[in-house]
């Protein structure tokens, strides 16, 4: 059961990042490498303002910033200065490692003694018996709300255009709507949503490690196709709730590789099999449009 | 087909939580990545345990995990030792230490090793006091001794070369104290810093011109690529000191260091107080490792034409070639 949990908990997490990536990797067609250096960003933010004795809660839409910013001037470069996509997001990639070790002043910033969004007066009011699923709680709470608001943004006008954009940039040139607006937008909102991933992974680990990032963008597009190719099937489930179901599901194949009692050398091919898996039985179901 | 999936995993949990209802203590091991120096800190750990009277297979099941350097696996695991409801965790390393502590959350007792500053990780007050339910060792480098026998082997050295990871606290520790002792020694301290194994080769072509010697951190990054650090050294004609029985073994002309088969079993001795309930974690000081050995490399010494003063021979255990 407390396994089931911390699947859960981790799960949640990551579906915020899974997210963010799933509009620039599913929607604006983009690899964004520097994923991998925007969430430590987040975390590297939150550690710095919680040893200094900001609220917790203030931490959340600090990261969104920061991460909106980075996305921002990926977008920029990629753009305005014709910079191939891939590039844009390893030259983000590699120089936001620097700031984000200017930023957290150290490469590992512990912050046990400190309260965070799961550990705080609040939370400890809270009755005993209900106290070990708080966690749980404010992270589904939490993935559920970014999930809500992203379906509704992609519902508004611009939402459609950046929608448009990823398929068919003739469409928005027509509108009389420039693209690489649009793209810069997409980016900044997808890092603001990586960023704010990595400020509640470093609440919820309670330190910051400057190489928490890597490999997240990996395991981002991940989740992304298990959980769009695993429901493609559900209509009716959005593609927003897939990829946050397909987070879970992802975390739940690396916990049960682990619990397999393998070799730890073999787990990461273990998790490849289990995820290649996935992906094969969702693919055998029938077709159905790409995406929203 | 998802409810099949989730079957199977409900399945496969049960299975490993009946592991942990056998006979006697369950502890889990987390390490962080696998290399030589937490290796025997594991194995030594262990032995620590067994000479205490809990051992494996007896009255002890350990679940051993590594996290192959994947942060995100390290919480996890920590995750998975929690659920299971091991008696104590041990996490190898300071980032899996952190995520035990933290999956432990007061009601594990948590044991580190290989943890430099267990100040800066956040295991120990500023005061010397534990934060919580967590004790174990530090394997602080003894720099100071280090920087002697580095002036008594080469009387003419006047910098030495380190190269490190920026990602790594207790390399940028190390090299803070480096800094602070080298002038007493009349040294120079040149650092190189590197984010990942790749950049080493550069970042040792420009760093060896600029220096008589290099003293080599327990830096998880450039300990993996010591191979090539010692070759790169050796066709330059400039001796590597090492800082731990490994790196001596595998090339490093000498080294005031730890023997991290010791530091583990004096982890274990800790561990197994705390199993035995005669302390709770918290009671029990965290401890280093107060006199380190002078290992040295006879082979490398004699390539490189230096002889020990009589004060260094009479302690230097000489270590052969892997």
Redesign the interface.
């Known amino acids: 059961?407390?396994?089931?949990?911390?699947?859960l908990?981790?799960g949640f997490i990551?579906a915020i990042l899974a997210l963010g990536v799933y509009i620039t990797f599913k929607i604006l067609d983009f690899p964004d490498m520097s994923v991998d250096s925007t969430f430590p960003l987040g975390a590297a933010v939150t550690a710095l303002m919680i040893t200094k004795g900001f609220d917790p809660l203030l931490t959340l839409p600090a990261s969104l910033l920061a991460g909106a910013v980075a996305g921002a001037i990926t977008g920029f470069i990629h753009v305005r200065l014709h910079v191939r996509d891939l590039l844009s997001g390893i030259i983000m990639m590699t120089g936001l490692?620097s700031v984000n070790?200017r930023i957290a002043g150290?490469?590992?910033v512990?912050?046990?003694?400190h309260d965070t969004i799961f550990k705080n007066p609040m939370i400890s009011a809270l009755p005993k018996a209900f106290a070990p699923y708080a966690p749980v709680v404010i992270l589904a709470v939490l993935a559920i709300i970014v999930k809500l608001v992203m379906d509704w943004y992609l519902s508004t006008r611009s939402g459609f255009l950046l929608r448009a954009t990823g398929d068919n940039p003739t469409l928005v040139a027509t509108l009389a709507q420039d693209s690489g607006t649009v793209k810069i937008l997409g980016l900044s909102i997808a890092n603001a949503l990586v960023s704010l991933s990595g400020c509640i992974m470093c609440q919820?680990?309670?330190?910051f490690?400057?190489?928490?990032g890597?490999?997240?963008l990996v395991?981002a597009v991940a989740s992304v196709i298990v959980g769009t190719q695993?429901l493609r099937g559900m209509r009716f489930l959005g593609a927003t709730t897939a990829v946050v179901i397909g987070s879970v599901?992802y975390?739940?194949c690396?916990?049960?590789a682990?619990?397999?009692?393998l070799s730890?050398?073999d787990?990461?091919l273990v998790t490849a099999v289990l995820l290649l898996i996935?992906i094969v039985?969702g693919g055998r179901r029938k077709k159905v449009k790409r995406h929203a | 087909m998802k409810r099949i999936i989730t079957v199977i995993a409900a399945i496969a949990l049960i299975a490993v939580s009946a592991l942990a209802f056998a006979e006697g203590y369950t502890i889990g091991i987390g390490q962080f990545a696998v290399h030589g120096s937490l290796d025997n800190c594991r194995t030594g750990f262990i032995e620590g345990l067994a000479e205490a009277g809990i051992v494996e297979g007896e009255n002890l099941t350990i679940e051993y995990q590594n996290a192959q350097a994947d942060m995100g696996i390290t919480q996890q695991i920590a995750a998975q030792f929690a659920a299971s409801n091991v008696d104590l965790m041990v996490g190898i390393a300071t980032p899996m230490a952190q995520a035990c502590y933290n999956a432990a959350n007061g009601a594990i007792p948590t044991i580190f090793t290989a943890v430099t500053d267990p100040i800066a990780a956040g295991f120990v007050n500023a005061d010397g006091t534990a934060a919580g339910e967590v004790t174990g060792t530090s394997d602080a480098l003894p720099i100071e001794a280090q920087l002697a026998t580095i002036r008594a082997m080469l009387p003419d050295a006047k910098s030495i070369g380190i190269l490190y990871t920026t990602s790594e606290v207790n390399s940028v520790s190390a090299i803070a104290i480096y800094k602070e002792l080298a002038p007493k020694y009349g040294f120079e301290i040149v650092e190189s810093g590197v984010s990942t194994t790749a950049d080493i080769p550069l970042a040792l072509d420009a760093l060896l011109p600029k220096v008589d010697c290099m003293s080599n951190l327990t830096d998880n990054t450039v300990v993996s690529a010591l191979a090539l650090v010692l070759d790169k050294a050796n066709a330059a004609g400039k001796p590597v000191f090492g800082s731990e029985i490994e790196q001596v073994k595998l090339g490093c002309i000498a080294a005031e260091g730890l023997d991290y088969i010791a530091l583990g079993k004096q982890t274990g001795l800790m561990a197994a107080k705390v199993l035995k309930g005669e302390a709770k974690a918290s009671e029990i000081p965290y401890e280093i490792i107060t006199e380190p050995g002078l290992y040295v490399n006879n082979a490398v010494l004699a390539q490189f034409g230096i002889t020990l003063g009589d004060d260094l021979a009479a302690r230097a255990i000489a270590v052969d070639a892997e």
């Open positions: 059961m407390q396994l089931l949990i911390g699947v908990e981790q990551y490692y070790l150290t490469s590992n512990p912050i046990f003694a919820y680990q309670r330190y490690e400057i190489s928490m890597t490999g997240s395991l695993l599901l975390k739940g690396v916990a049960a682990l619990s397999f009692g730890p050398f787990l990461k996935i039985i």
